[in-house]
Each structure stands twice: as C-alpha cells, then as structure tokens.
C-alpha cells in the first residue's frame, strides 16, 4: 500500500533563510507525488506535481521538489521564506498500478512558521 | 479561471440530524473526489465519481451517500449525524487521464459542525 510520511510536525524559519519540508513515500509503483499548501482557514492549493517526468519539479511562488527514486524522497524547498509562506504544507501521493483510481493519500502535515 | 465551488460554506447541525453538502466542479472537468479533514488532521479520501459513475470508495461510514449528477456536480448526503462528523469536508475536481495522474483542484471546503 501507498503511503507518505513527513518528517516534521512543524518547521520554523526566519524570513529570508530557505525553507526545507522533508517527505519520504512508499509505493510498490511509479507514484505521482505532490504537495499542496492550505493557509488557515482556506482550501488546498496545488504547489507542484510530480508523474515522472523531470526529477526536478517547480512550482509556484518559488518553491521545487526533487524525486529521489534512490532514496523514496521528495523534498520541498523554497530558497528564501516569505511571512506569507506561513501555513500548512502536505505531501502527497497518488498512483498504484492497474488498481489506481486517483485518490489521494495525504501526509500527517508540515506547519510552517515563518518569524520575521 | 473558474474554481471548485462548494456549499454551503458553513453547516450546523444536531445530533442525529441529516446534511447535504454540494459541490460543483470545474467546468469540463468529469472527476469529482470527496475528503474529509478532522481537526488537526490530514484530508481522508471518502468517495469519488467519475463520469457519473462511483469509481472508488474510502473510509466512508454507511451513513453517509453520495453521487454525480448528469451536470457533473456532486452530493454529499450524511444522516444520523454523529458529534465526530464535525470535519472540514473538501470537494476536488479533475479531468481523468489515462494514467490516473490528474492534478486535482480542491474547492475552499464545507466546514460542518455537529452538536
């Protein structure tokens, strides 16, 4: 079975210094990983998307991902944190063979703090 | 660009009282998904449909029914509602490729509370 772990709970920056949520995933297949962000009280919006295509993904407002078959990785990074980065970030798998119907199986969940 | 639009925004129910939660995806798109996020937790898949049809089902209580209407747009019908049915309940909508990898887009949520 699918899964993803996120490594920390919670991660906190200084605004300015990068920005690393680390994620591992489990998956007997070629998964389709992605990550979304959801800010208090709002929905989750798409950062980036992984189908195996480019190792390297980029996303919006300055954030990529890089797939790391070898070591079942898929890191967030962002090289410089902005306040408005402040939220909850989720690692996202998708994709497991013939029997794959495209749900979702989220992380436990990253919180962000971004202190100025 | 048009979103994901779900309502109501907000519910409050009773105990054992019945809701329906709607949900209207992006124009084209023919993948609707249903998540369920408690307090303090990540989103659980629930249900989801494609071209009308339910194409797979999660933790979803017996309780609890949903479908696609021939316009695209989803019903989610809970009953006898419980205290722990209080969740942020999230609609997502996709068009189906064929490798199963469409991106989907979440519409802001139907917080429902359950006294």
């Known amino acids: 079975a699918q899964s993803v772990t996120q490594l920390d709970s919670h991660v906190s920056v200084s605004e300015g210094t990068p920005v690393l949520l680390r994620c591992n995933y489990s998956s007997s297949y070629s998964p389709s990983l992605f990550w979304y962000v959801q800010h208090p009280n709002k929905g989750l919006q798409l950062l980036l998307k992984?189908?195996?295509?480019?190792?390297l993904v980029k996303g919006i407002n300055g954030f990529e991902a890089e797939f790391k078959k070898s070591e079942t990785s898929f890191h967030l990074t962002k090289p410089s944190a902005h306040m408005s980065d402040a939220a909850e970030y989720f690692c996202?798998?998708?994709?497991?063979?013939?029997?794959?119907?495209?749900?979702?199986?989220f992380g436990q969940g990253t919180t962000l703090q971004v202190k100025p | 660009a048009a979103g994901v639009i779900q309502s109501p925004r907000h519910l409050i129910k009773e105990k054992r009282e019945t809701a329906t939660l709607k949900c209207y995806p992006i124009?084209?798109?023919?993948?609707v998904y249903w998540y369920q996020q408690g307090p303090g937790q990540d989103p659980q898949f629930l249900i989801s449909?494609?071209?009308?049809?339910?194409?797979d089902k999660g933790s979803i209580p017996d309780r609890f029914s949903a479908q696609q209407f021939s316009d695209y747009h989803s019903e989610l019908n809970m009953s006898s509602l419980e205290l722990g049915d209080s969740a942020l309940y999230f609609c997502?909508?996709?068009?189906?490729?064929?490798?199963?990898?469409?991106?989907?887009?979440f519409g802001p949520g139907t917080r429902l509370t359950v006294l």
């Open positions: 996202v798998v998708s994709g497991e063979g013939s029997g794959n119907t495209g749900k979702l199986i």
């Open positions: 997502a909508s996709s068009v189906r490729d064929k490798t199963y990898t469409d991106t989907q887009y």
């Open positions: 992984y189908t195996s295509a480019a190792t």
């Open positions: 449909f494609y071209e009308k049809m339910q194409s």
């Open positions: 124009p084209r798109h023919d993948t």
